[in-house]
């Protein structure tokens, strides 16, 4: 096959005759009926087949841990932001989940905990902090505050008494 390249010079143009097959992947797993070993599965998701490379892991875990502290410190912002972080490195760690909604629930913040905790549940059905607070979730869910709101036309009455 000719083509006009540079400067109008006819060149020719190698046209590959592989198979598609010789571009698939040989690797020892990568064949269906390979028994991955423990070390290799622990990575793989139950619900998902990414894998989770091992630098990744070790990030999700120093977030993690750097979170943990900035709790000790009463820094709960901080803390849910290392959490993210360590969730978007190895969002299949349950753990992770559960302290993200452990913290949402200490800050009131209901629908957020009850997301995350459901989320460490479907990943690890017996995580201990996670059912905890699940059950305190239901708890506050079943005896509400006796301090009701003031509805909007009482909020109305007290600005408008008060621009006077």
């Known amino acids: 096959m000719y083509s006009r390249g540079l400067k109008g010079a006819r060149t020719s143009t190698h046209v590959s ?6 571009f698939i992947n040989k690797t020892p797993n990568a064949r269906p009926g390979v028994n991955l070993g423990p070390s ?6 139950k619900s ?3 894998f989770i490379s091992a630098a990744d892991k070790e990030r999700a875990q120093n977030h993690y841990n750097r979170a943990l502290e900035r709790m000790q410190l009463r820094n709960s912002s901080l803390a849910v932001q290392d959490l993210r972080d360590a969730i978007k490195q190895d969002p299949y760690n349950s753990q992770y ?3 993200l909604g452990k913290i949402h629930l200490e800050k009131g913040l209901t629908g957020m905990a009850n997301i995350n905790l459901r989320r460490a549940l479907k990943l690890n059905p017996e995580d201990a902090l996670a059912l ?3 059950k305190k979730l239901k708890a506050q869910s079943q005896h509400p505050s006796t301090v009701e709101a003031p509805s909007l036309v009482n909020r109305l009455k007290s600005f408008l008494g008060s621009a006077k």
């Open 17 to 22: 005759t592989m198979s598609k097959s010789s």
């Open 40 to 45: 290799e599965t622990e990575a793989y998701s």
């Open 132 to 134: 905890k607070c699940l």
């Open 48 to 50: 998902d087949t990414k």
């Open 97 to 99: 989940h559960a302290m």
